[in-house]
């Protein structure tokens, strides 16, 4: 229960700063044409007769726009709540008039808890499969492209240019740069965008890296298309969904033997993970 409590505390709170009975907590930063640059701190300023009630609005309205947000999330679930029955429960809470009593507040919320964990679970295997089938039938076209090989464990790539020299042994380091994206063209991540090229243990990343850079030496460039069971499979990670087929244009600068190469982290983890620390 503790994060619908932190909600109903965060709306209690918000009820601080909000006293109509309309939920009128803006979601968007007003245009810039509304007012003059210049002018707009002090009438900003003028609503106010003190720090105080300053920071108590600024408060108000960060929640808000936080309730707002978290509105919005359980709308794609299916679950639409009433704006104006949320202030009613939060000014009556304030008034000590509420309509509900503590156990039939505990009660409502477990059940409304157990609602938006069951819809966003419904949710979830619903996108799972429908990433999975729209991922399958993009490999199934991408296979009928000139040049396009298939391995035994389901990758695909596409040389466009093989290198010179040994390929990459699971010990070598590689550097390398390379764009990732979704099969709709979604891009998650960018080394080239970022300035600046990755280095990391070849067997440290997903298994369909460290099988499909194996195909190319150094100086080559390789299209990877890479079904789920050699990337994130059926869970994910933030930013690429449940059961996404990912394809990567990758660009092998150079190849660091292990004994030159630095000791092995721990946990080395993927591209798209190292560079996200980065952003």
């Known amino acids: 229960m503790k994060s619908l409590f932190k909600v109903t505390l965060l709306a209690t709170t918000m009820a601080v700063a909000l ?73 009556d809470a304030f008034a000590d008039k509420s309509k509900l009593s503590d156990q039939e507040i505990e009660q409502t919320l477990q059940a409304f808890e157990a609602r938006v964990k069951s819809s966003a679970q419904a949710k979830m295997e619903k996108d799972a499969k429908e990433n999975a089938d729209k991922g399958k039938a993009f490999r199934d076209t991408f296979a009928k492209e000139k040049g396009v090989k298939t391995s035994s464990t389901g990758l695909m790539y596409k040389i466009d240019k093989a290198g010179t020299g040994e390929a990459p042994k699971d010990s070598d380091t590689v550097v390398v740069n390379y764009k990732g994206t979704l099969i709709d063209g979604k891009e998650f991540d960018n080394s080239y965008t970022r300035g600046e090229p990755l280095s990391f243990r070849l067997d440290g990343v997903i298994p369909g890296w460290t099988e499909g850079l ?42 660091k033997p292990a004994a030159k190469a630095d000791a092995k982290p721990d946990a080395a983890p993927a591209p798209e993970a190292e560079a996200a620390k980065s952003k």
Request: glycine share 8%; proline share 8%.
């Open 19 to 91: 006293s109509a009975p309309a939920f009128a907590a803006p979601t968007e930063a007003a245009p810039a044409t509304a007012a003059p640059a210049a002018t707009a701190p002090a009438a900003s300023n003028a609503a106010f007769k003190n720090d105080d009630q300053k920071s108590a609005y600024a408060l108000g309205a960060s929640l808000g726009r936080y309730m707002e947000n978290s509105l919005k999330e359980q709308e794609k679930l299916g679950i639409t709540l009433d704006k104006n029955q949320l202030i009613a429960g939060v000014q």
């Open 214 to 255: 194996k195909n190319l030496k150094k100086g080559g460039k390789i299209k990877l298309v890479i079904p789920p069971e050699l990337a994130y499979g059926k869970t994910g990670v933030p930013g690429i969904p449940a059961n996404s087929t990912l394809v990567f244009d990758v660009e092998l600068l150079d190849i």
